[in-house]
């Protein structure tokens, strides 16, 4: 049986996680899955887990089986649903009592507009326009598109930062939970390492680089072909949900090069100030429960620029 993960990353999405999983991986102290995100222990996201191929646990353990995990002083799992999942973080702590959790935190107004692009690179949103999507989620309603799990696509939901912090604080220690501030993370990256391995109780040596990673800058080429990739019919789901596996989990070049020429360069979403100023205001008390729970001022998320 596969020794499991120590370390999670639970979120949020869009704040710098795939950064954090980039640092991380480059430590000699730990082992991180690939993919980062196999969403194992939240159930209640279950076609998210059977997207991703790892609803089992015998799939998920298959991740840390290699010699290399095995060798790893930590294991790590980069999953973004454990932060809202009701379930995640109390079977993570039920299996591995001394876990830790890291979660990066990020302004929910630019947080959401790149999330939403994510959400249509995912085949979960259909609306093209962030301000419609936003709108259309506050009154309930759901996108006409086969979306994995529509909680993906309930934008209060992943915005209200506060109040995922406050249930997690609820079932995991304090001293269990590390937090990284989006603004802290691109203004004085070094710091937030250094903090961030003293957290771990690993050496802030070797530095890794602290190159910015998946921005939301990017858009598929071919609709077909993406839909085919995500949404497959049923007669192929088996064997397409196997090459996705393949080629999430694999740092093969030639994978590396085919994944590349399925993406095309995309402006990066921008919010414009009446949208920022509709979603501060929304935002406000929740972004003041966030700044009470961490002891910071986050004010100026909710102020407009």
Known sequence: MAELPDIYLIGAPKAGTTSITRWLESHPDIYFCRPKEPFYWSTDYPRMREHRGFA????????????????AAHRADGSTTYLYSRTAVPSILE?????????????????????????????NEDEPDFAAAWRRSLKGGSP?????DFKRVDYALIGCLGQAVQRLLKVAPRDSVHFVVFDDLTTQPAAVWVELTTFLDIP????????????????????????????????????????????????????????????????RPVVDEPMRRELGDFFAEDIAL????????????????
């Open 144 to 148: 006409r598109t086969d979306a994995l």
């Open 95 to 123: 299996e591995v009592p001394g876990a830790h959790f890291v979660v990066a935190l990020r302004n929910p107004i630019d947080l959401l507009a790149s999330w939403h692009r994510t959400q249509l690179l995912a085949l």
């Open 204 to 267: 802030n040596e070797p530095t890794p680089s602290f190159k910015a990673h998946n921005p939301s800058t990017k858009m598929y080429r071919s609709p077909l072909l993406h839909r085919l990739k995500h949404r497959p019919p049923a007669l192929l789901a088996g064997p397409i949900r196997k090459m996705r596996q393949r080629s999430l989990s694999t740092s093969n070049p030639l994978w590396s090069r085919v994944r590349r020429t399925m993406w095309r360069n995309e402006e």
């Open 290 to 305: 966030l700044g009470k729970l961490l002891g910071r001022d986050f004010s100026a998320w909710s102020s407009p620029r």
């Open 56 to 71: 089992t646990r015998r799939a998920y353990e298959s991740l840390y089986e290699s010699r290399e995990a095995q060798a």
